[in-house]
């Protein structure tokens, strides 16, 4: 087992065993490509490291083997485009399994890497190529990301190089075709283009539900950081499948669908979703496939609660797990009444791995509650004075102790920002900008966002509580909790809503609604505004924009 380089202990007695003796080795020349990639082909070389398939039921299946030739042919060819450590690499890639193979390629150069959405327009990258100095970008085969790269090339002076994957086009080099052209061995650098652990590796750009995206960078520990999210929360079975649902442009894939899944000697699986998300096959290629562990975010299980859950054997499944919105108590219950799992929530940011989970077997989830800290990290909950919150107070979640030590796993600053990074990690800690309690056992709670908690007539309200009741009610798959202007009372409680299949937005269910938010929490907190649409705003990494929602309702 890989694991055993890096943990002096892997098995744990107790929650409290686990948060005290949890400990990682960390190499200064930790290298992904090197020391997990192929140290897994060296260990054994039919070791399976991704089951792929799309749409169509093309199936593609590598070992690690096979993953370590192809990123060193693509290293081979990145080095040929001047491509080396300290470069800055976008891919654009959905989930094609060529994404695997570049990124270990980039890892193993020592260059850093950008993940990016296909949603992304020519503005977003023409932000995001002259903030970070892209020099390359690696593109899946759709017409709207290629109209909007080849729209956006002729702005950012540092683009020299447009890659494109499964086919020709005129103005793009074909990744396939090129990689095949140069060897499949690529030795390890050393001396200055060697890769060290405080060199940057990746660079997530944030959601941006407030603002433009902020550059998050992340060193070459980072997956193992990954070791708490893949091997503890997710509970990922070695040479089993384990499946995430992400895009590759999203900070979740790094969570789940490469870094600390390898480290355990996991499978990965991927369906590659190329339109928009059928629920139903979903289902389909996990009970196929027979899936083992699956995560999935919080909106991906209430889409899939929709359907005929009776007509899939869903039962390969031993774990289920969460993250990335709160996870609703309803959505919970109801998935635990038709499969019988039940799913453990987690909590975390682009800027590190899990910080807050219902970690099993230790710690047994109550619904509602994100769990308990990860080992990695001093989590605290710190008021507005900069003071430590007792149990039942809200804090905002703080991890201490991150200027002089950076810990594993942890951002280390914003890219290319030392003005940014001194702001938000110079002080006491890294505040994450959410809103929490704990209660007496140590369970965490979320509230909201800072900017998220509504003030109405003297009370504070955080939207969860009240979306929590609404998504209980049958005719509720989504729903948006803000705060809308009000000239009495300063702001009001308003819900925006997308209603289940047969239901229509009509006076009589808004008082229906109403009512049973009374009926569930606090009768002040229920919304006193309604509004239906068919879809909330979402970030490009599919967080809810209630910013926006605001925004609107403001200029209103």
Known sequence: MLLKKYLPRIEFDSYEDFKQNFKINAPEDFNFGYDVVDAWADAESDKRALVWVNEADEEKIFTFTDIRRLSNQAANFFRSLGVKKGSVVMLILRRRWEYWVCATALHKLGAVLIPGTLQLTKKDIVYRGNSAKICAVVCVNDPFVVSQVEAAEGDIPSLKHMIMVQEHRDGWLDFNDEIAKFPETFPRPTGEEASRWDDIMLVYFTSGTTGMPKMVQHNFLYPLGHIITAKYWQRVEENCLHMSVSDSGWAKFGWGKIYGQWL?????????????????????????????????????????????????????????????????????????????????????????????????????????????????????????????????????????????????????????????????????????????????????????????????????????????????????????????????????????????????????????????????????????????????????????????????????
């Open 264 to 556: 355990s000697g996991a499978t990965i699986f991927c369906y590659d979703m190329e339109g928009k998300f059928e629920p139903k096959n979903l289902l389909k290629k996990v009970e196929r496939y027979k899936v083992t562990t699956f995560c999935a975010p919080p909106t991906t299980f209430r889409f899939m609660l929709q359907e005929d859950l009776s007509q899939y054997d869903l039962s390969s499944i031993h774990h289920c797990v969460t993250a990335g919105e709160p996870l609703n108590p309803e959505v919970t219950k109801r998935w635990k009444e038709y499969t019988g799992l039940q799913i453990y929530e987690g909590f975390g940011q682009s800027e590190g791995p899990v910080l807050l989970a219902n970690f099993y077997p230790w710690v047994e989830p109550r619904p509602g509650s994100t769990g308990k800290p990860s080992p990695l990290y001093d989590i605290q909950l710190v008021d507005r004075n900069g003071e430590l919150c007792e149990d039942g107070d809200e804090g905002s979640l703080t991890i201490l102790d991150v200027k002089n030590h950076p810990p594993i796993g942890l951002f280390t600053g914003y890219f290319r920002n030392p003005e940014m990074t001194e702001e938000h990690l110079g002080g006491i800690g890294y505040n994450t900008g959410d809103m929490l309690w704990r209660d007496s056992d140590g369970y965490f709670w979320f509230v909201g966002r800072n900017d998220d908690v509504i003030k109405c007539s003297g009370y504070r309200i955080g939207p969860f509580e009240v979306e929590s009741a609404l998504i209980e009610h049958p005719a509720v798959v989504e729903c948006a909790i803000t705060g809308a202007p009000d000239p009495i009372r300063g702001q009001v409680v308003k819900a925006t809503i997308v209603l289940a299949k047969g239901y229509e937005g009509t006076p009589e269910l808004t008082k229906e609604l109403q009512n049973y938010v009374k009926k569930v929490t606090a009768p002040y907190k229920y919304p006193r505004v309604v509004e239906y649409v068919d879809e909330l705003p979402k970030t490009l990494g599919g967080k809810i924009k209630r910013a926006e929602i605001r925004k609107a309702d403001e200029e209103k």
